[in-house]
């Protein structure tokens, strides 16, 4: 591949969200150089990619080698698990209220991430240069990433999906506010003597979410958010011991509970930048959205943005990182992830907080939710895809 082609696009990081863009950019149309280390092996974490998501991957040719691997989410319900005076009721979401075969698709990252790095490998558009960049260079009419090693490349437009401490975003002077959780997520698998019945079970405690996803079989994934130091103290337990608490923050719903070996603890923080795109950058995944793990949006939202900016790249074949282009990638990002963002924020807030009043508006938000089919209908299909509940409503009109 020509380094200096004019028309190449660089993508910075090899996470899910980098090798999802460089695929669908090269699918586009685009020459591809592709910065980042080997992906990953050891991820024991799983990713609940919605419908829409994984109808953007099955055009990059990757949906199917992911769906054997992975469990179909048909119900997600919501439970009150705190001890406070107020308490919502129980809110159960039914993806055939919407006439949905499922919500989602719960994948491991590490067959996730396998099946990307395939794609990516044997893609002819795709130049992957496994090394990280060292620095950038922003230019008027072209940006340059200085590699490792020493090499440089060129191109039109990068793309920031090197995570959330994004080198490429700072080199583009997109500022960024930052927010840092007392909270940590403790990641495990485990097996469960219940068939799950394909139902993913968010808990809402006081110091977070305690969110059970299905896998194939009777296994499920779990992220449980807690304060750090519960985390440290909760990874430290045996198996058994392990198993017991999780059987009883479950209610004991799946019945017999046995931990799969691997412990992951990620500290929880909050990133939103003050641009999504600027002096030749781009933002996509984590570089442009930072949030705890509620209600399974980040992935999701990332992959929201790299279909964007494949849209408009295409719209603006000649120069896809012009002012033009960016300026229109950042318009139609904003309200999508200003607006995921801070609901997730907000919930979490909620979910932390000992003041009556946030707890009686979350109560009452979720008890409506459940007692009018057509509101709930309205959240989930706008959970799904972002538009579409207003669309149902004014299509019935």
């Known amino acids: 591949m020509d380094q200096d082609n004019p028309q190449n696009v660089i993508v910075a990081g090899t996470g899910p969200a980098g090798l999802i863009a460089a695929l669908g950019l090269a699918h586009a149309g685009y020459p591809v150089i592709l910065a980042g280390p080997e992906v990953g092996r050891n991820d024991g974490r799983t990713t609940a990619l919605m419908a829409p998501a994984l109808s953007f991957l099955d055009t990059l040719g990757v949906a199917e080698a992911i769906k054997a691997k992975a469990a179909p989410l048909r119900i997600m319900r919501i439970v009150d698990a705190t001890n406070r005076l107020i308490r919502s009721p129980v809110v159960t979401f039914h993806a055939s209220e919407i006439g949905e075969e499922f919500f989602g698709l719960n994948v491991p990252n590490r067959d996730l991430n396998a099946a990307l790095e395939r794609a990516v490998a044997s893609h002819p558009r ?43 975003r700072q080199a583009a002077g997109i500022s960024t506010s930052t927010r840092a959780y007392r909270q940590a997520a403790l990641v495990i698998n485990f097996a469960h003597a219940r068939p799950h019945g394909f139902i993913s079970t968010e808990f809402h405690t006081e110091t977070g979410p305690f969110t059970q996803v299905p896998l194939p ?64 950058v781009a933002l996509v995944g984590e570089a442009a959205h930072v949030f705890p793990p509620i209600g399974a949006q980040g992935l999701n939202l990332g992959i929201r943005d790299v279909e964007q900016l494949v849209a408009i790249a295409a719209e603006n074949r000649t120069d896809p990182g012009s002012p033009a282009a960016l300026a229109a990638y950042d318009a139609r990002r904003r309200p999508d992830i200003l607006a995921r963002t801070g609901a997730v924020s907000l919930l979490n807030r909620s979910l932390l907080s000992n003041m009556l009043p946030a707890q009686l508006m979350r109560s009452a938000g979720l008890g409506v939710l459940g007692s009018f089919a057509p509101l709930r209908a309205f959240f989930m299909r706008e959970g799904l895809r972002p538009g579409s509940g207003f669309s149902s409503i004014f299509s019935r009109e």
């Open 217 to 280: 079989g009777d296994r499920s994934s779990l992220v449980w958010v807690v304060a750090p130091e519960t985390a440290e103290e909760l990874a430290a337990l045996d198996d058994d011991a392990l198993s017991a608490r999780v059987e009883e923050r479950m209610q004991s719903m799946l019945g017999r509970v046995r931990v799969k070996p691997g412990r992951q603890i990620y500290p929880l923080s909050a990133a939103t930048p003050a641009r999504f795109a600027q002096n030749r």
């Open 126 to 168: 795709i130049e992957w240069r496994r090394i990280l960049v060292a620095s950038w260079a922003v230019g008027t009419d072209r940006i340059t990433a200085v590699l490792a090693g020493g090499d440089e490349v060129s191109g039109t437009l990068a793309v920031a999906a090197d995570g959330r401490m994004s080198h490429a």
